[in-house]
T-cell receptor, first 114, second 106 residues
Framework: KAGVTQTPRYLIKTRGQQVTLSCSPI?????VSWYQQTPGQGLQFLFE???????NKGNFPGRFSGRQFSNSRSEMNVSTLELGDSALYLC?????????????FGQGTRLTVV | KNEVEQSPQNLTAQEGEFITINCSYS?????LHWLQQHPGGGIVSLFM???GKKKHGRLIATINIQEKHSSLHITASHPRDSAVYIC????????FGTGTSLTVIP
């Protein structure tokens, strides 16, 4: 069974640009969650999608958005990039939402904003 | 105020030692997760707990819901256990501890 796949693995963007990251969950998993990890703030929850609907959202500005497709693949978008958005972005998939089942993480996308 | 507190932040142990990492949380939760992160970023889910105790190989995780506390134990530690261990709880959203960086010396 293939694991969680995140693309791209590394990305360099300029301030003010926008970026789209992709996450393909494990086959059969319908829940995808996104997290931001920085040295200063650690891991922080961005949002969770289940069956194409956003179920929960963390405390991030509206520049951070996401969506989920009918095949459960998810994308997150960050608009008007700031230097502070430089981070490792991780996604995790699970069979059902709500954090009551085991989550499987991807390798992450390391975003650098210059 | 952090919803999840972990201790210690850093831990160095000799190979073979018994290791304990602690996690306390302040929110109501439906589940607690222990995660392992190796250099390079990859995260592996070790345990998901809502009560009691779970064991997987040399790793044991316990949770006390009344005291809002969980521990992760590693028996007979090995250098390959060197990683960052992160406690995460599922309340109204996910909250994460800052992690415990473990180094096991041969």
């Amino acid at each position: 069974k293939a694991g969680v796949t995140q693309t791209p693995r590394y990305l360099i963007k300029t301030r003010g640009q926008q970026v789209t990251l992709s996450c393909s969950p494990i086959s059969g998993h319908r829940s995808v969650s996104w997290y931001q990890q920085t040295p200063g703030q650690g891991l922080q929850f961005l949002f969770e999608y289940f069956s194409e609907t956003q179920r929960n959202k963390g405390n991030f500005p509206g520049r951070f958005s996401g969506r989920q497709f009918s095949n459960s693949r998810s994308e997150m978008n960050v608009s008007t990039l700031e230097l502070g958005d430089s981070a490792l972005y991780l996604c995790a998939s699970s069979p059902s939402p709500g954090g009551n089942t085991e989550a499987f993480f991807g390798q992450g996308t390391r975003l650098t904003v210059v | 105020k952090n919803e999840v507190e972990q201790s210690p932040q850093n831990l160095t142990a000799q190979e073979g030692e018994f290791i304990t990492i602690n996690c306390s949380y302040s929110v109501g939760i439906s589940a607690l997760h222990w995660l392992q992160q190796h250099p390079g970023g990859g995260i592996v889910s070790l345990f998901m707990l809502s009560s009691g105790k779970k064991k997987h190989g040399r790793l044991i995780a316990t949770i006390n819901i009344q005291e809002k506390h969980s521990s992760l134990h590693i028996t007979a530690s090995h250098p390959r256990d060197s990683a960052v261990y992160i406690c995460a709880v599922n309340g109204n959203q996910f909250y994460f501890g800052t992690g415990t960086s473990l180094t096991v010396i041969p």
